[in-house]
Structure formats: structure tokens, C-alpha cells
């Protein structure tokens, strides 16, 4: 009788553990089944700004340096001493003026010596032609032979070119007299005075002064080769209009397009070009620095999106765009970017790309425009959800 009783209770016992093992094993993988249901990716706040068609301008900007037209050193073509300066330094003088005397006592000497050898010669000639005309007289009479007239004529002939040697060497004295007063070659701004009263100069060596032209002015910079098409083009029709920004805020100033060189620089892949300003105010300065700015084309209906919205990822330029409350990466090529806007193919006009937000944005996540999340109020979870 004991021995059903125990059993009886061992079977008893055994019933309950495993009723006890399988409630520890539901209760292990309850935790675990709710674990892998997939959590709710939260909704991303982002700004867009619709994709527009319009023309957009090519701008080429560069660095150029204001330089003059016309800069010349004024040198002496003889060797003198210096007797007088005639201006001062920085003062604007004009084509002709004069600015230095030179010692010319001894070109005024020349000069003296040759009109007396003409007076003497015309003196002689006209005492030839005396003799010539007696001569011809007595020969008519048959007094004396024909070469004897012969004689007084070549007397006559021989004054004549001697007169013009004369006058020659009186045209070349006075050139070399001319060289002692030191004339303004164009019309500018002296500079430095470089000699002074009693200083020696030496012929074609000596700089007395540099007389450079400040009305109009010419700024020369580079543009890339392939705008050179652009820049000739522009060339024809008159030249395109340049615009030149002072680096320190001195003002803009516009221009045209006047010149381009006739070599590409192998080295940096550039052409020199040149263009022309009014400077009337003397604001644009030989040798400073200015920012350039010239439209060389115009991209017609194009799509323009803001600069800021475009990725450089590793596989290429993409925007994303607003697809169904999500993001959507599409692929781009960059027509041309100036300030903040950017010319591209791959978007279509009207879709709204995301500006601000686009560093955490992968394919498909949700997002939220920012102007909605204000409109939701106290409660943007609920248009947040997707």
C-alpha cells in the first residue's frame, strides 16, 4: 500500500516540473519574439526648395592687375647735364609740355657755324652767277671760248649744292638742338623725378621720368581656353562688358573686352586678354589687384537648383528630393554653378529638393518639411508618422 502511495506522488512531482520548465522556457522567449518586430524609423525634418526653369548667365571671374595704356620712360638722346626741370613730380602733364632744358651751348655753337657757312656759300653763288653772266656776254661778243663759260657755270653749280649741304647741316643742327628741351611724349601723371638741376645724363640710357596714362585704363587677367570661343566671339560684336570690383570696396567699374592674346599659356592652359575702363576719377590705380566678372554665355531654360543642396557622394553629384513623404537620391550632372545656384540636369522642374537636412537622409527615409512640422503645432509626432 505505501509503495502506490510514493508512487503515486513521484509521478505527481514530475508532472510539475515540466509544467514549470515549459512556463520558464515561454517566459525566456517571449522577450525575444517581441525584440525582432521591426522599430519605426523615425521621420527626418528637412527644408525643400522647388526646382525652377530659368536662364541662368556664365559668369567668369578672375583676379586681374590694373595696367596702363601707354607707360613711357622719358630718356635723353644726347649726353648733356640737366639745366632746368620745368614741372613736379606727380603732376598730370600733357602731350608736349616741356620738362627738362638740357646744355645747349654747344648744339647753339653748331648751329651758328652752319648759318654762317651758308651765308659765306650764298655769297659765293651769287658772285658766280656774276661771272657767268659776263662770261656768257663775252662769248656772244666771241671775246672768250665756250669753256670758259663753261667753267663759270660749273662755279654756279658747285655754290648751289654746297647751299643745300649747307641747309642740311642747319636741319641736322637743329634736330640735335631740339634734343636739349625734353618734351612730354604722351599725355599722364608724372612720377618720380629720377635727376636734378646739374645732374649728367647719358644718351638712350638715363630715366628722367616715367609719364604714365591714367584716362582710360586697361585691366589685364586670364580666362580659361575654354572660354577662349566666348571671348573672341564677344570680341567682334564690340567687345563684352567686363565689370572690375576693388578689392578694398573702392567701387565697381564697367568696361569692355578689348583685347586677346594670340597664344594659350602651356603651362597654365589660360589666355591673357584685356580690357579697357573710363577713369576719369583716377580711382583705378597701375599695379593694384581687382576682381573680375564677365558673362561669356547665357544657359537658356535650364534647371536651377540651390548650390547648397547638391552631394558629392562616392558615386557621383546627387540631390534628393521629396517622393511620397520620402527621400529620394537622384543622380545629377552640374551644368554650371554660380553663387548660389546651380544649373543641372537629372530634376525635373517642380520637385522639391532638400536643402537642409540632407546629411542624415538615406534612399527611402521618411521626411518632414519643416513648414509642415510648424503647422502641426504642439503635436508633430502626429505628422511625423509615416
Known amino acids: 500500500m505505501k509503495t502506490g502511495f510514493l508512487s503515486l506522488g513521484l509521478a505527481c512531482s514530475v ?191 638715363t630715366t628722367l621720368v616715367t609719364i604714365t596714362q591714367l584716362d582710360p585704363m586697361g585691366v589685364a587677367f586670364s580666362i580659361p581656353q575654354r572660354n577662349l570661343s566666348d571671348a573672341l566671339s564677344a570680341l567682334k560684336n564690340g567687345g563684352a562688358e567686363v565689370t572690375a570690383s576693388m578689392a578694398d570696396g573702392g567701387g565697381k567699374f564697367k568696361g569692355r573686352l578689348q583685347f586677346v592674346d594670340n597664344l594659350v599659356d602651356a603651362n597654365s592652359g589660360t589666355v591673357k586678354v584685356k580690357a579697357i575702363f573710363d577713369n576719369k576719377d583716377g580711382k583705378l590705380w597701375p599695379g593694384a589687384f581687382v576682381e573680375i566678372s564677365q558673362t561669356v554665355n547665357t544657359l537658356k531654360d535650364v534647371v536651377v537648383v540651390p548650390q547648397a543642396s547638391i552631394i558629392q557622394a562616392a558615386r557621383g553629384t546627387i540631390v534628393f528630393v521629396a517622393a511620397n513623404g520620402k527621400a529620394a537620391a537622384r543622380p545629377v550632372s552640374l551644368l554650371y554653378s554660380d553663387g548660389t545656384d546651380a544649373a543641372v540636369t537629372g530634376v525635373n522642374v517642380g520637385d522639391g529638393v532638400v536643402v537642409d537636412g540632407k546629411q542624415n537622409l538615406r534612399q527611402d527615409t521618411p521626411i518632414l518639411e519643416r513648414a509642415k512640422d510648424a503647422k502641426a503645432g504642439a503635436n508633430p509626432s502626429k505628422a511625423a508618422a509615416p
Do not use: W
Not at 98 to 117: G, I, P, V, Y
Open 15 to 205: 508532472v510539475a516540473a515540466f509544467l514549470c520548465a515549459c512556463s520558464e522556457k515561454s517566459a525566456a522567449n517571449a522577450p525575444a519574439s517581441a525584440a525582432s518586430a521591426p522599430a519605426a524609423v523615425p521621420a527626418v525634418t528637412v527644408s525643400l526648395t522647388e526646382a525652377k526653369k530659368k536662364d541662368l548667365d556664365v559668369v567668369l571671374k578672375a583676379t586681374g592687375t590694373v595696367t596702363p595704356l601707354n607707360s613711357v620712360d622719358v630718356r635723353p638722346q644726347v649726353t648733356s647735364t640737366v639745366s632746368k626741370v620745368h614741372f613736379r613730380e606727380g603732376q598730370f602733364v600733357k602731350k608736349g609740355d616741356l620738362l627738362f632744358s638740357l646744355d645747349s651751348r654747344n648744339d647753339e655753337a653748331n648751329m651758328a657755324k652752319a648759318r654762317a657757312q651758308l651765308a659765306k656759300d650764298n655769297a659765293g653763288l651769287a658772285d658766280a652767277q656774276r661771272q657767268l653772266a659776263r662770261s656768257q656776254q663775252l662769248f656772244s661778243q666771241n671775246f672768250i671760248s665756250q669753256g670758259a663759260v663753261d667753267t663759270a657755270q660749273a662755279q654756279v653749280d658747285s655754290f648751289a649744292a654746297s647751299i643745300a649741304a649747307d641747309q642740311a647741316a642747319i636741319d641736322a643742327a637743329k634736330v640735335a638742338l631740339s634734343y636739349d628741351q625734353v618734351t612730354a611724349p604722351n599725355t599722364g601723371r608724372a612720377g618720380a623725378v629720377n635727376v636734378f638741376v646739374g645732374s649728367g645724363v647719358q644718351a638712350n640710357q
